[in-house]
């Protein structure tokens, strides 16, 4: 670097100018009009004016025989008006064209550098990822079932420890999970998912004019909202699984400076390039049909609707819960069947008994309550420690001398009706004529 170069730094500390400049060493010249000029970060310095360009984006200031140019506009509304009377005092109404300006012995090299630059390599950085609950909420669709939801957001502070003063940059991020469970619009039914196609990322981007050395920088990412179904007695049936936060700096130009990724995402093997292939908040999946993955079943169905066989169900529990409203005049009959006569449970109505039955072969086995007055809600369950069912959330009947099934069913799963081999201790034709809402049917390890 020539010794009569001098980096405006000296005089400015880096974050006075958005534009970058050279220092030219000049001869002593009368100290004349000096004025003391503030940037709009509080920067000083005392100068005088030599020259404004006609479009009003750079003038030429003066001290101590050194002459350098800055933007008008990033100074202070005050100094601004300076300048304009500068202007008014020598007869002039707009900024003067620098070709006629008095500008004495001021010479700008012609390889000065129009924008200010870094060295990406000897830049540093520091990313520091904080996540905060915005809201948390709880709503029950059933006495069985309700949907917990709770939106984060993440403070992010980047603090540049490279020695240069780093030109304008974009940091842009991506929070990155992995649907769970999805409700549809009119939050009555929800579907499970698995697998990395169902990952989604919330993308957002922050500019900042410059970062100077050992400064903080914090701003606070869009929302993301993560949902957990709880299913009777407090078991986490199914949730969202939020995988991480990526950061990406960048300058203006699209150089890539730094890349960031927090201990979930980094564990989780994911990539800048990969999350921003990801689809966004507007594409997360609204089901409202039944679903099948990984041998896991979640059927929300109707009555007269069915679904085909078959059902696998071996080494794994079944619940099964509806709202019912019997018929006055003809009471009985077929709620839930799934399966058929050889491996089946059933939840039905007869003889004013609620009853949950399984059938294995030619063993059958139940449990019982009374038909309550009215509409009224029953589950009825199979699982390690048997065989129980509950009406209204009230106490359950359950016996303990039943098992999973050892093997699956080939015969599908139907309500208000059993159209295939008999689940149940009825006899064929055993429709119920009242009626049956809010049917789930949840089958998994």
Not at 178 to 198: C, I, P, Q, R
Not at 256 to 266: D, H, I, K, P, W
Not at 374 to 398: C, T
Request: proline share 4%; glycine share 8%; aromatic share 8%.
């Amino acid at each position: 670097m020539r010794s009569d170069v001098i980096s405006v730094e000296y005089y400015m500390r880096s974050r006075f100018l958005t534009l970058s400049f050279v220092v030219i060493l000049l001869g002593s010249s009368a100290q004349a009009q000096q004025r003391v000029f503030t940037n709009k970060e509080g920067v000083k310095i005392s100068a005088e004016i030599v020259s404004v360009n006609p479009d009003w984006k750079k003038m030429t200031i003066r001290k101590d025989g050194n002459s350098f140019a800055i933007e008008p506009k990033v100074l202070v509304l005050d100094d601004q008006q300076y300048v304009k009377n500068w202007l008014r005092e020598r007869g002039i109404t707009a900024p003067i064209d620098p070709a006629s300006a008095p500008v004495e012995n001021t010479v700008m090299p012609p390889d000065a550098p129009s924008v200010m630059t870094v060295d990406p390599s000897q830049t540093r950085f520091e990313v520091v990822v904080k996540r905060k609950l915005l809201e948390s909420d709880r709503k029950k669709y059933s006495t069985y079932v309700r949907l917990e939801t709770k939106k984060y957001a993440y403070d992010i502070t980047v603090t540049s420890q490279g020695r240069e003063t780093v030109p304008p940059v974009k940091i842009g991020y991506a929070l990155v999970w992995k649907e769970g469970v999805s409700f549809d619009e009119g939050m009555t039914t929800y579907s499970l998912f698995s697998g990395s196609k169902n990952q989604f990322a919330m993308k957002g981007e922050k500019e900042f004019p410059q970062l100077s050395y050992n400064r903080a920088e914090t701003f606070t990412t869009d929302a993301v909202e993560m949902n957990t179904v709880v299913y009777e007695g407090g078991e986490n049936y199914g949730e969202d699984e939020f995988l991480g936060v990526l950061v990406k700096i960048e300058l203006a130009d699209g150089t890539s400076l730094y890349e960031f990724a927090n201990t979930e995402a980094g564990s989780n093997k994911l990539t800048w390039e990969a999350a921003k292939a990801l689809s966004s908040t507007s594409g997360r999946s609204i089901v409202s049909a039944p679903l099948v993955t990984d041998d896991r079943y979640n059927l929300q169905l109707k009555k007269g609707q069915s679904h085909p066989g078959p059902i696998n169900f071996a080494n794994k529990r079944i619940t099964i819960s509806a709202k019912v409203d019997p018929d006055v005049q003809s009471p009985d009959g077929v709620i839930v069947a799934i399966g058929g006569s050889e491996k089946g449970m059933s939840l039905y109505v007869k003889d004013r008994q609620v009853y949950g039955c399984i059938r294995s072969d030619a063993d059958v086995k139940w449990v019982a309550k009374p038909t309550p007055l009215g509409a009224f809600e029953a589950v009825a369950s199979l699982n390690a420690s048997g065989l129980s069912l509950s009406i209204n959330a009230g106490s359950a009947a359950q016996r303990s001398d039943v098992e999973l099934f050892d093997r699956s069913s080939n015969d599908g799963v139907d309500i208000g009706r059993d159209t295939g081999e008999l689940a149940g201790d009825y006899a064929a034709d055993f429709d119920f004529d009242g009626g049956i809402e809010d049917v789930r049917i949840l089958i998994r390890e």
